[in-house]
């Protein structure tokens, strides 16, 4: 197995739509080896592994080789960075609809 240190910020890597579906596809199975990522996407070997190359980067994805073949993993903890900072702006979401919700009920009466 390789080791993966998060040299890409988290958000980066998963901006594209492409790096969005193989973090699904990859959190469907415990591993998945590239020819069968390949396959999932209307593009060629090279571009699946650069986009798994910048989750890599982005500490997502860990890979092994067996035998020729390379396999896949996803390494969720990294998300957590991204579910952090979506609960803070939901607490301030669930707030603000809280205040404006306060306000029309005070302008009907």
């Known amino acids: 197995m390789s080791e993966n240190k998060q040299i890409r910020d988290v958000f980066d890597a998963i901006a594209d739509p492409t790096r969005r579906r193989l973090i699904q596809l990859l959190s469907e199975k415990a591993e998945i ?13 090279t571009a699946v592994s650069k986009h798994l ?21 996803l390494n969720a ?3 957590r960075e991204i579910q ?14 809280l205040r404006l919700g306060q306000l029309l009920e005070e302008e009907e009466e």
């Open 33 to 45: 080896p590239l020819h069968e990522l390949t396959v999932q996407f209307p593009m060629g070997r």
């Open 53 to 73: 190359t910048i989750l890599k980067e982005a500490g997502l994805v860990l890979d092994r080789k067996v035998g020729r073949e390379t396999r896949f993993r």
């Open 77 to 79: 903890s990294p998300l």
């Open 84 to 97: 952090d900072w979506v609960a803070f702006y939901s607490k301030f979401w669930s707030k603000n609809m």
